[in-house]
């Protein structure tokens, strides 16, 4: 049967989900859910509300019974009051508006829930019930039984809430508003309005405008005096001293100018200088709520596990939260579930899939007293094993207490607006000391305004606005296509690397789909017929890679089937008898293909041949290494054996290095060793064996197939779909950082023009409120055109 590439129900592409229902194709449970209600026009049909528990799927009980932990429930719970209580829940598979519908309508599924709402952007739903009807453990069997597994991490437990900081809204508000009076009440200043009442008021005007000015210098600018306190004590002249004495002259001048009646003052100027600069600073400050850039082992550890404890010579089980399981504990690991600790395995067949922790790409079978280790996740039936660390001290979560971990790239970088401004606050000091001098001999009546006009001409609001305008909205633009950013700093970073390292296994391959060969002597339909049949049975996924593309065969009843798990699958139909699985299983002991990923296969005991799995690597892999190439320097750093190393040489460029058998901590190290060359590196990667070196790159970028879904700690997130346009991305940054740079020499020739009015004591409240204003909103528009234009070539790939 053809899968159809649209939802028979919304008409979305299927390429990501798929769930194959009566011959039609979905692309999520919701809509396949609201199908069937409108087909039936009753919700009840989808869910039986008294389903008694044994009805309950063999793969979901017991997954949630660590919620009836009250300890456990209690850090998860939001609110819980008499017979209300509300959780939060994140739901990876909400895909369209029908998930929207049914997660929303769980009311009609289970009355004892109250309500239910979903933040689509963030992937979670807030649901309100009866918690002495219903329990948390039952709300959570409800989701996934209808296709909508929460996904509860370790995560979820240690951290507490966290707090929306909104103060940066509260100080743009306030210089906002400030702004819009302080300029009302100056306009009869500015055009020199005789009326009476003006004329009467005016004093009022200038101690009003004195008001609205407070709050904006001692609450909205308090950032930037503390920002040059700061660097004043380290020695660092950066943007914000210029910046915060241009703000302490103008109120100073103002507040003096009224006092003793000299004239209205600076007030417009200062409260414009304020609100544009926050303006800029909330512009940069652009988030991807539902994207955490900051994710560890916790974000994918479970928070509990069952445990296995022995009193009076019988088996019991109870759930233990991760934190708290010790050398020696008997536990409990179904399929699917994640391995939490280094152990032993003691009972059961383990087939562990590493790939996320390790990079390698196929699963491995393990037997009883084989060591397991923390992060992998079992595929098969439940194993039983016995912790032989603490989860603090298991291999995963070592590679966490690396010093690198800790490393606040904020504080080592520099940025190009703090390189400039250190010379600039120097240059402006120095003019203004000349000047002054200059008229202190010539009328030293004059001295102390050209002093502070200068100081107030020359505060580099302009310059401060354009790096932020112009990485704010490359940053917008870049998520747009689908390359999400943790802040603006990346975007300057990324544009000063000369070294790309990629991660193989899931970075360049996908791990969608293989491309499979076959060696060996032709099937019969008969025998392809039977090796289909045989490969029907089996949920191992080398299984079903090679199951998906076998030709369509009519499906029948085999009269012997059994699975050797680690090894192989043996059946028999009539007088037919089919092997599948490793050469040594089959009895074939040529170590010809020993480093690729094989499936062997004999019929009657005859020997019929293998098929080989090659990763299957992304779309225009080869094109972008060739783009790369001829500006950086490349390196492909791999978990995974060397067997695919021939197959990469031919693809890829002659001057890539290529390392296999890569552990975490090698990945972290080789970045480390050519950063002492002073290159700035971009590490690509995709797992949890990544983190250590996407943390010490300069520019650590997270690869996903789906962005909400678990990702490393890194710098930026890049949608699969987008890998083969990553050089795009970076010559985006380079524009823009020239476009950057070509707004700063604009800024100098408006600091030139006002300098001029400055130092030859001309300036008065009128020009400085046409240049400052002027400056800043002409700064904005030029670098919001230019970054929009580069961002076309982005947006039209």
Known sequence: MTIASTCYHCGNDCDKFVIDFDQKTFCCNGCKTVYDIFSSHDLSCYYDLQAAPGSIPKEIKGKFDYLNTSSIAQKLIEFCDKNTTIITFY???IHCSSCIWILENLHKLQPHITASQVDFPKKIVRITFNQHQISLKEVAILLTNIGYEPYISLEDYTEGKKKIDRSLIYKLGIAGFAFGNVMFLSFPEYFEVSEYWLEKYKYLFRWLMFGFSLPVVLYAAKDYFIAATKGLRTNILNIDIPI??????????????????????????????????LLGKFFQQKTYSF???????????????????????????????????????????????????????IHGNAQIDYSFVTGESESVAKKSGDQLYAGGRQLYDAIEIEAIKSVEQSYLTQLWSNTIFDKDRSVTFTNLTDKISKYFTIVILCIASIATAFWILMDPSKAMNVFTAVLIIACPCALALARPFALGNMLRIFGKSKFYLKNIDVIERLSTINT?????????????????????????????SLLKNTLRSSNHPLSRTLYEILAEHEIITLDQYQEHIGKGIEAKLKENSIKVGSAKFIGN???????????????????????????HYRKGVK???????????????????????KYLQQILPKNISLFFNQKPIDKLEYIKSIQKDQNKVMMVGDGLNDAGALAQSDVGIAISENVTVFSPACDGILD????????????????????????????????????????????????AAILMPLSSISMVVYVTVLTNWKGRKISLQ
């Open 291 to 345: 994207l955490s850039f900051e994710r560890d082992y916790t974000s994918y550890f479970p928070i509990a596990v069952t445990r296995i404890v022995f009193e009076n010579n019988k088996k019991r089980e109870d759930t233990i939260q991760i934190n708290a399981i010790k050398k020696g504990d008997r536990l409990l690991i179904r399929n699917e579930e994640l391995i939490p600790v280094d152990a032993i395995l």
């Open 91 to 93: 739901i990876p598979h």
């Open 720 to 767: 699969a779909t987008r890998f083969e346009h990553l050089h795009t991305y970076i010559l985006a940054s380079k524009s823009t950082m020239k476009i950057i740079k070509s707004s700063f020499i604009l800024s100098f020739l408006y600091n030139l023009l006002g300098l001029y009015f400055a130092v030859t004591g001309q300036l008065s409240p009128i020009i």
């Open 244 to 277: 915060a004495l241009g703000i302490i002259v103008l109120f100073l001048r103002s507040t003096s100018e009224i006092l003793f009646d000299w004239g209205t003052g600076f007030f417009d100027s200062l409260t414009g200088l304020v609100f544009f600069l």
């Open 623 to 645: 094109k972008l290494f060739k783009i790369l190439s001829e500006t950086y320097n490349l390196s492909i750093l791999s978990g995974d054996n060397s067997g695919e190393k």
């Open 589 to 615: 002991n040529d170590p010809k293909n020993e480093l690729n990923t094989t499936v062997h296969i004999s019929t009657n005991d005859s020997y019929k041949g293998h098929f080989i799995f090659h990763n």
């Open 500 to 528: 790309v390292i990629f991660d193989k296994t899931g970075t360049i391959t996908t791990n969608k789909k293989n491309d499979v060969d076959y060696d060996g002597l032709a099937l019969t339909r008969a025998e392809e």
